[in-house]
């Protein structure tokens, strides 16, 4: 991913950028061919894999020790020039994303396999939900892991790049944060909450 140097995202809010965007595409060369699925992944406790299942009958299944390409993007939003001060600019988008590359193996462990379905559920069901899945008949369960592929990515290689306007002025930059807090999409307004925490940032 091409980062210019004040584009360049902070190591802690890479791992925070993760967490909160989990869900990313998978992209690996299937015997020549490109392939990318769109699927959630955790980040392991001490930050050196990512953690996930492929559906058995996807031909990503099969990419075990092969390197992938995982990418995870942020909040993004289309910056108006009309917001600038000048008429001498040109439209943009700011945005968060990380790509993260690593070697993926399948995983065959019992007790790993488990481990990883009940970390996603815990993960994304809500405290109050009602479904817990250690309730839930243990031979459907069983029957469901025979559907799928876990797998573990070991990483080799993280980036990220968050683009929110710190190559221009900070008086600009405030005039794009008023106009965005305008708006009500969600987007925007993660977008402005971002530009507003990196306005001590020094403009190239």
């Given amino acids: 991913m091409y980062i210019p140097d004040h584009f360049q995202m902070e190591t802690n809010f ?12 998978l992209v690996s060369n299937n015997q020549g061919e490109m392939m990318a699925t769109h699927l959630p992944l955790l980040l392991s406790e ?17 990419s075990s020790g092969t390197e992938v390409l995982c990418i995870f ?34 995983v065959e462990d ?5 481990e990883s379905l009940l970390n996603l559920v815990k993960r994304f069901e809500s405290q109050d939900s009602k479904y817990k899945i250690d309730s839930v008949d243990t031979n459907y369960i069983e029957g469901l892991k025979k559907g799928i592929v876990p797998f573990e990515i070991k990483i080799t290689h993280i980036e990220g790049k968050q683009k929110l306007s710190q190559n221009h002025s900070v008086e600009r930059r405030n005039l794009v944060i008023s106009n965005l807090d305008l708006m009500s999409g969600e987007n925007e307004k993660a977008i402005a909450s971002l530009m507003k925490k990196g306005l001590n940032q020094k403009t190239p």
Avoid: M
């Fill in 73 to 106: 993007s942020g909040p993004h939003c289309y910056i108006s020039p009309a917001w600038y001060e000048t008429e001498r600019a040109v439209p943009t988008w700011n945005f968060t994303a990380v790509h993260v590359k690593g070697i993926l193996t399948t």
């Fill in 46 to 62: 001490d930050k050196k894999s990512l953690i996930g299942h492929f559906a058995k009958p996807n031909p990503q299944s099969l």
């Fill in 110 to 114: 019992p007790k790993k396999i488990h």
């Fill in 14 to 25: 890479i791992y925070q950028s993760i967490d909160e965007n989990p869900f990313s595409i």
